[in-house]
Every structure is written in C-alpha cells, then in structure tokens.
C-alpha cells in the first residue's frame, strides 16, 4: 500500500463537523456501567499506555500474558497508584493443553532436532546475539502453574474487568464476578462466544481475523454481526482492524457499544516502542501483516521481517505447538527486541497497522478517534433525507 494514499485517505476523514449535525457525544451503556467518557478500550502490556488510554477517558486493558510471575504485583500496584480510582481491565491469555509445570531447560529436551537445527541456521544466519535481560520469553513455559500465579495476582487487583483470550477458566469467571468485576472474552466465532456466555461471561470481544495477535479466521466486518445476533443482552465490543474513527462508528452502528484496540497504540510514545519495530509499523501496510504459527506455536497476526519470512520459506519446519514454539524461539524474539534489530524485529500486528502514520500519544490519538467519529457522523447525516 502506498503510505501517501493512505495518509490523504484518513485525512479526508477528519473534515469539520457541521454544526447542525454535531455528534455531541457517544456514551454507549457500557460507557455508562464502567464510568469511561468514549467508547474505546485499548489493549496494550505497557503501563504508560494503560495509564494514558485511562486519562484520555477510554478503558484500558492491560495485558500480563507476557510479565514475569514476580513482577506482576509490582507492575499491578504501580499502574493502580498512578491510575487513582480510574477504571481498567487486566487480560490474560490462558490457553488449555499446556503442561501442569515445565520449565524451558526441561522442554528443550523435547524439541526435535530437526527444528532445532533450522533455528540455529536462522541464528548464524542473521547473527543472533544471546539476549541479556531475563523476559518472559527466555524463562517462562506457558503452564497451568504459571497461570494460577497470574490468575491470583488478578483477582487480589482492583481491576474493573477481567479479560481472557485463547480459553476460559470456569473458576476465573465466577469468582471474579464474586469480586465485582466485569468478565470479558475474546471470540473469533460464534461457537466460542457461545461457550463463554454459557460459563457466565458477560461481556463479549468479537475479534476478527483482521487483529493484531492470536486470532481467528473470521473477518470483524462478517464475526460482528454474528455475536451481536447471538449475544442476547450481553454487551459485544469489536476488535480487529479497527484504527479510525469512522470504523468505531460502522461498529456501533453494527450493535456494539464499544471498539477494543490494540495494534494502533503502539505509535504513541507512550508505547516505548523499539524505533527500528516503529519505523517498520509505519512503513507497512495491511498486507505486510500475516497469520504464522511461528510465534507462540498458535495462529497469531504479525508484522512481517525477515524472521518471519524465514519461516514461509520451502525448507521451513512446520512450527511447532504451544508452548513448544516459544521454547524454540523466545531467545530470538527477546534478542531482536532487546537489540532493536531492524532486519529481524517483528511484533504481533493487525491489519489496523495501516492507521500508524508516525510516532504520537495516546492522547493525540484518542482525541483523532473521536474526531473521525464526528467526521463520520456528518458524513452519515448528510446523506439522510
Ligand atoms: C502487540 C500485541 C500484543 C497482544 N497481546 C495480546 C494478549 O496478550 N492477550 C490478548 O487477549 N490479546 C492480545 N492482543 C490482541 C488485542 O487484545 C486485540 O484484540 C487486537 O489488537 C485487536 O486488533 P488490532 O490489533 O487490529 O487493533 C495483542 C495485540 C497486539 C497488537
């Protein structure tokens, strides 16, 4: 895609609201239920970004899929104090079929060999240093010990809502809906929306095949519809793809009370996103984002780089499952981050990267959604007779 077409094509979208036409404001109920002022929550797993999404009036979603166990109270405590009361939801990813217990050294010893020397191929190849910094990826197993640390640190938080992706967890549910929270799942398909209202969750995350990580193959514009359908009295949120304001209002006008983002946010600054993965977001375009299982070992949408390309290559191994893949791999993905390697470096991304033009903040970008729902609105009002 051209970055120049695109640029014009969003700027178009922000024309001046006329003033008979004024969208004052869109409060959905779900607005009105978390005592936020727009309906947009944000995904994202660093701490300035949860904080400015809050302050910006959204709802933000922190993710600690990726923290180290010993590390979450702090992070936790850090972002309540900073927060002072504003709402904020914690997301987990919690697949099933992982082990009890495993660590990294004891599941090396199960990888086979033949994936072992491909990635030490891939290691001389493209001159892979050792990582420095412990990180989740280079010393944690997903595992259901692994998890039961981090359901506990969240339900002991004063999180508001409560989010799982990948799988559910009947116990989770129930007693953090005991706790007041609000429960929330990422769904790609209407079987697994199913499932979750039926364990008790209440609010429901339609994600497409259009989003940034671990998703399915079922587009927003066409899963949409289908969980509003089914979804009864249960609030649905759209995610996936979505990065103007125009696409939140389509959305709402669908029958969901609100838009869950993630790729977008990492242009702010308040990201601290590596510049060389930056300058890589802004240069793609939606095609240059991809669905591999060479990441955690799970369909997830990324950003594509030479690493990824090296795994759709004909002498590639078909990755491995989860948590095996991240075992394989993790040490590269720490390496190219913690070394900001602009050939290699690569991050989960969805079809939404389009909306990232170059670096900003959160509240800059909260303030442009809006607009562009406005723009939308006049737009839309103009053509009503
Ligand atoms: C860098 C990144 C990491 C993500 N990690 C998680 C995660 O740990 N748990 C989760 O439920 N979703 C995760 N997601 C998916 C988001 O929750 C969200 O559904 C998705 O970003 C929406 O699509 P979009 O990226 O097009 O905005 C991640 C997305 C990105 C971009």
């Known amino acids: 895609m051209e970055q120049g ?7 178009s979208q922000v024309s001046p609201v006329t003033a008979n036409s004024a969208m004052t404001h869109v409060r959905t109920p779900i607005c009105e239920q978390l005592g936020i002022t727009h309906p947009i ?13 809050a302050e910006a009036g959204g709802f933000p979603v922190l993710g600690l899929a990726r923290e180290l166990p010993e590390e979450i109270p702090h992070i936790i405590e850090e972002v309540e104090t900073r927060l002072a009361g504003k709402p904020y939801g914690i997301d987990l990813m919690l697949p099933s079929k992982v082990p009890q217990e495993a660590s990294i050294d004891s599941l090396k010893s199960a990888l086979p060999p033949g994936h072992v020397d491909f ?35 969240v339900l002991g938080s004063r999180a508001r809502g409560v989010a799982t992706a990948i799988g559910l967890r009947a116990e989770l549910i129930a007693e953090a809906k005991r706790r007041g929270k609000l429960t929330f799942s990422l769904v790609g398909s209407v079987r697994h929306a199913r499932k ?59 029958g969901a009370q609100g838009a869950w ?11 601290h996103t590596p510049p060389a993965l930056l300058a890589r977001l802004m240069a793609s375009g939606s095609e240059d ?57 690569y991050e989960a991304a969805g079809q939404s990267v389009f909306g990232i033009q170059g670096p900003t903040t959160v509240a800059a970008q909260m303030t442009q959604l809006v607009d562009e729902m406005d723009a939308a609105w006049s737009r839309l009002h103009t053509w009503v007779n």
């Open 119 to 153: 990635v030490e191929g891939l290691r001389q190849r493209f001159d892979v240093a050792p990582p420095v910094k412990p990180s989740f990826f280079t010393t944690q197993v997903r595992s259901e010990a692994l998890f039961e640390r981090q359901i506990e640190a």
């Open 196 to 254: 979750a209202l039926d364990m008790g969750v209440e609010v429901l995350v339609a994600q497409g095949y259009d989003a940034g990580g671990h998703t399915g193959p079922v587009g927003t514009l066409s899963l949409l519809p289908q969980i509003v359908a089914m979804a009864g009295n249960a609030p649905v949120l759209a995610a996936g793809g979505i990065a103007t304001g125009a696409q939140v209002l389509g959305c709402l006008g669908m």
């Open 261 to 271: 983002l993630g790729t977008l946010w990492m242009a702010a600054r308040e990201n």
């Open 289 to 345: 984002t991809l669905i591999t299982r060479a990441h955690s070992g799970k369909p997830c949408r990324v950003v594509r780089s030479d690493w990824i390309d090296a795994w759709n290559t004909p002498e590639a191994p078909v990755p491995l499952g989860m948590p095996l893949q991240q075992v394989l791999v993790g040490d590269v993905f720490a390496s190219m981050h913690e070394r900001d390697d602009a050939r290699l470096i």
């Open 41 to 53: 929550f944000g995904f994202s797993h660093a701490t300035d970004v949860v904080v400015a999404i």
């Open 5 to 11: 077409d695109e640029a014009s094509r969003l700027g």
